[in-house]
């Protein structure tokens, strides 16, 4: 018997899903269609979108559906659609009525306009031009903990919207871990002398780039009918309704690192796209958090993506739409430049090995920010230094350094390390699903990744929000996150040893 | 608004709708983007999320609050010419008429119109009218329950028209249309035997483009805050100030999308040249349909098939497309832009057709609503009146009764705009042309900017502050009167 209350609940959510969606859309054309001059008019829609679905979500007709659905919910099995729509509404409910209406819209004002302010001031590595934002948006974020009771560290209450639970003492143990097992293998690497990959770098056609993109998408399992793949700046996924899922990616014309980006942000759609049917329309219809979503674009861009036994199919067509700068570079030689660990300045180009400690760095940032160890105005030169720290590179230009990423312009404190947090999910996920299918390396070969979609569309995908985080790590690993599997993936296939 | 002293009421109005304006400009990027950039399988989705965004925001709308704060400020006695007195004058309107329909209903119509356009496309694009058909049912049926919302009119067409055209009426349009009608159906005859001079492509996509954003430029399209994309049937949107978006179709065959282009422009530049103060209240858009048409087919027609204009453009269009137009002068280049030509396709209808097109239309959809024609009649029914009043053979329905989207998404009572708008050009035309002098010369320079200033002024920059009506009799001096559009085509096509 479904209780007639949580149908006018379920009523209710699908509109607040619907306001979300259109703010989805707002921001997704924002960053790939509106021209410049609509900036701040955007700004506002978005701010008065969301408040209204804020408002619609808050108020106190859906706490009291809540309250009258416990028996509801407690005789109901804990894992069926009912029961778990409950259970996490009533956790975005208590989480969405500790913060006023008014400081959503400012949130997501401040953000709006932050976006806008980031793009030229990267363009013209002009740190001053975005300061104000940022700081503004740190200021939001103050007042945004504050709603909340007293955490362990400030810090937690933003990292929590973006990996729910997880409290930062304990990403700080994972990247305490990896920190100790990569700096020594980033140096060792370094020293066993240089892997040619001169030949990455050169001219090449973006409408041949777009047209390998997309064979490698179609491989993978995109089709036309339901998503689309465009140009911007900074790659991102993003799903404005059912059924639809949108890719960006960064065609450049002298390298080819758009490559790895599109199968990134495929891993994001194809979580997204495989959230079960029944729960569209609600709050359980997307990724249960940022470090699994993660995990699955670091599946399709490193895992599959730069694999052998990928690059033993896609390597011939490659070379066929770029004959003249590929043509005498063989599969072994390129397999070996996409692996290349190499420190370097920007995050998203950067090899599987050192990009971790990018990551690291911006979460220490990121806290000091918070925490008021370092003054925003200070920032490009704590930036700088950690980066000679961690890395041993120079910043030449803030566009290089500290205005690279579109995170923190848009508010996004607490996301960064869901990065890394992925990196070693999608580990624990992928000797998981070897375990129960054996390795991919013949199917890959011939161009098929049904097997692995599949298997990950069943054991995770189609659960959507339905589990926390931890519970999902847990039913589809049988383990809770751990950062070995990672580690010795990394040993295995990058340090010097192995190569 | 330059307003010194500001009532509490009325910032409280003014909050209110600026809420309002930026709900509807997420609305438009739903809409523009479901038209040009959604992957097919989002259309139920979206047609929901549309709705839900429209019910929500009528229902905030249509409050008690707002009407009270209406009548409170009735109360204060605003200066009716003022912009305060303009703002609340358009407020009244838009909030009398929202409040006679419940906001499901309003959300409905927006789903019925997402998942009918979605509908229409597959229809068309199969020349599949079978399958359009349930859709189209559905319209008549929502259009008929909306008219049942408003109070009796003369005329039960006559709560549509309102809708795009304050105040017009049924009786109204029939009249300039019957004046319309014989004397377009006369010049046709007299052009029917024509010889036709065709220029064949074919005219490369990227080429036409390029054609495009050279006249775009000149006309003033500042890309900061435009965009042109492309779409199979063209419109035009503003998603927020400083936000005009364009689309046009490209055929290889032929360069009507250079027409569809300027057309768009038109109104794309009325809304951009809005008074910025305007932002975010009711008065930012133009004021009417026809207004908003007569600016499109101003810049489509008045310019964009003038002769002046085509002395300054048609040298780089030969150098764009030197296949096809090096052989052809521009005398005959022009006469073959300008030619009567009775054809299927209305958006590609010469200047005199046009107008029996929207005729058609404008008394085939009275029909429908009143059931006079049944739905599954329809496709017979247009293409006998295709052949009765233009002479046409309608090869299928894709070039015959599915070649426009409105009807799907539910824009009845939109189509006679179009022809008034025209009609409305052309009085606003000789209103320029007599202060300005000869714009033809100047458009031989590729100087549009005097033009466009004026009507900036005369027009654009006023938004939604004049009613339609008042703002024609500002300019011109006089209300809407078919004869200078008639002496127009007269001299025209003589």
């Excluded at chain 2, 064949?200 to 003033?220: D, K, M, N, S, T």
Aim: glycine content about 6%.
């Amino acid at each position: 018997m479904i209780d007639p209350k949580f149908e006018q609940l379920r009523e209710r959510l699908a509109e607040t899903q619907d306001l979300t969606k259109a703010a989805t859309l707002l921001f997704w054309d924002q960053r790939v269609m509106m021209p410049p001059g609509g900036a701040a008019a955007r700004a506002e829609a978005i701010a008065t979108v969301t408040r209204l679905g804020q408002e619609r979500f808050v108020t106190d007709d859906i706490g009291r559906f809540l309250e009258d659905l416990r028996d509801f919910e407690e005789s109901s099995d804990y894992d069926s659609f009912e029961a778990s729509l409950i259970r996490v509404t009533r956790r975005d409910y208590e989480k969405a009525t500790r913060v006023p209406p008014e400081l959503v819209g400012e949130i997501s004002r401040a953000s709006a306009l932050g976006l806008s302010a980031w793009g030229p001031a990267k363009e013209d590595s002009n740190f001053e031009a975005l300061r104000p934002h940022l700081e503004e948006n740190l200021e939001l974020r103050h007042r945004y903990v504050a709603c909340f009771d007293p955490p362990d560290e400030t810090y937690d209450v933003l990292l929590d919207n973006f990996e729910p639970n997880m409290k930062t003492a304990e990403v700080r143990e994972i990247f305490d871990q990896l920190k100790e097992e990569l700096v020594p293998m980033i140096r060792e690497i370094a020293e066993t002398g240089e892997i040619d990959d001169s030949f990455l770098e050169g001219a090449f056609d973006l409408e041949a780039q777009r047209t390998f993109s997309l064979d490698v998408l179609q491989r993978f399992g995109y089709t036309e009918e339901e998503w689309r793949l465009d140009q911007t700046p900074h790659p991102f996924m993003t799903t404005p309704g059912h059924r639809d899922i949108r890719l960006t990616t960064n065609f450049r014309p002298d390298n080819l690192s758009s490559l790895f980006a599109t199968m990134h942000e495929f891993g994001h759609g194809l979580y997204e796209w495989g959230v079960d049917e029944s729960l569209a329309g609600t709050p359980l219809a997307s990724g249960v958090s940022l470090g699994l979503h993660e995990s699955q674009s670091r599946t399709w861009e490193n895992l599959v993506g730069r694999s052998r036994s990928f690059w033993r199919y896609f390597y011939p067509r490659l070379q066929a739409i770029l004959p003249s700068q590929l043509g005498s570079v063989d599969e072994e030689a390129f397999y070996r430049a996409v692996n290349k660990v190499e420190p370097s300045l920007i995050r998203i180009d950067a090899d599987e090995v050192t990009y971790n400690m990018h990551i690291i760095l911006r979460f220490e940032l990121e806290q000091d920010l918070i925490d008021g160890r370092v003054a925003v105005p200070d920032l490009p030169e704590a930036w700088n230094t950690k980066m000679h720290e961690y890395l041993g590179v120079d910043v030449p230009d803030d566009a290089h350094g500290v205005l690279q990423d579109m995170h923190w312009a848009a508010g996004g404190f607490g996301y960064f390390p869901t990065y890394a947090l992925g990196n070693v999910i999608s580990v624990q996920i992928w000797e998981k699903a070897k375990e129960d299918l054996g390795d991919f390396d013949e199917s890959f070969e011939q161009g098929e990744f049904g097997e692995l979609r599949e298997w990950l569309r069943e054991h995770l995908h189609r659960l959507g929000r339905k589990f926390t985080p931890q519970e999902t790590i847990q039913r589809v690993t049988g383990s809770p996150i751990d950062a070995k599997p990672y580690v010795h993936y990394l040993r295995e296939k990058l340090a010097p040893q192995a190569v | 608004m330059t307003v010194t002293t500001e009532s509490p009421r009325l910032q409280r109005l003014k909050a209110a709708l600026a809420e309002i304006a930026d709900i509807s400009h997420a609305q438009q990027v739903l809409e523009w983007d479901a038209r040009v950039s959604m992957p097919r399988a989002g259309a139920k989705a979206r047609a929901d999320i549309a709705s839900t965004v429209t019910r929500l925001a009528h229902r905030r709308f249509v409050s008690d609050e707002i009407g009270k704060l209406l009548t409170e400020l009735d109360g204060e006695g605003q200066d009716p010419e003022s912009l305060e007195g303009a703002l609340i004058r358009i407020t009244k309107r838009e909030w009398t008429r929202a409040s006679q329909i419940p906001s499901e209903l309003a959300g409905e119509l927006v789903q019925a119109g997402g998942i009918g356009v979605a509908a229409w496309d597959e229809a068309k694009a199969a020349s599949d009218f079978e399958s359009f058909k349930p859709h189209l049912e559905r319209q008549l049926e929502l259009r008929r329950r909306y008219i049942a919302c408003f109070p009796k009119t003369d005329d039960p067409y006559d709560v549509l028209l309102d809708e795009y055209e304050e105040g017009l009426t049924t009786a109204q349009v029939e009249e300039i249309f019957a004046r319309l009608k014989g004397e377009l159906l006369q010049l046709v005859d007299r052009h029917r035997e024509d010889p036709i001079e065709d220029v064949p492509g074919p005219f490369p996509v990227e080429r036409q483009r390029a054609a495009g954003e050279l006249v775009l430029e000149a006309f003033g399209y500042d890309p900061d805050s435009w965009r042109l994309d492309e779409t199979p049937h063209p419109f035009a949107a503003k998603p927020g100030f400083g936000d005009i978006r364009l689309t046009t179709h490209t055929d290889e065959s032929d360069l009507t999308s250079l027409f569809s282009t300027m057309h768009e422009f038109g109104h794309g530049v009325y809304e951009f040249d809005i008074d910025p103060s305007f932002a975010r209240t009711p008065l930012a858009r133009g004021t009417s349909s026809t207004i908003h048409e007569s600016q499109s087919r101003t810049w489509e027609n008045l310019v964009g098939r003038s002769r002046g204009f085509w002395t300054w453009f048609y040298p780089q269009l030969q150098a764009l497309f030197p296949d096809a137009l090096g052989g052809v002068d521009d005398v005959s280049f022009v006469r073959s832009v300008s030619a009567v030509r009775p054809g299927p396709i209305r958006g590609d209808a010469d200047e005199v057709t046009y107008g029996l097109h929207i005729i058609m239309r404008f008394e085939l959809e009275r029909e429908l609503l009143a059931g006079t024609i049944a739905v599954s009649d329809l496709p017979e029914v247009w293409n006998a009146r295709m052949k009765e009043s233009l002479g046409v053979d309608v090869p299928d329905d894709a070039h015959g009764v599915l070649q426009d989207m409105h009807w799907s998404t539910g824009l009845f009572g939109y189509f006679p705009t179009y022809q008034l708008g025209n009609v409305v050009s052309v009085q606003i035309w000789d209103r320029a042309c007599a202060e300005l002098g000869e714009l033809e010369e100047q458009f031989a320079r590729g100087e549009f900017a005097p033009l466009r200033e004026w009507l900036s002024e005369q027009i654009y920059r006023h938004g939604g502050r004049y009613a339609p009506s008042d703002l024609l009799r500002r300019v011109t001096g006089s209300g809407i009167d078919p004869e200078p559009y008639l002496k127009y085509l007269h001299t025209k096509f003589a």
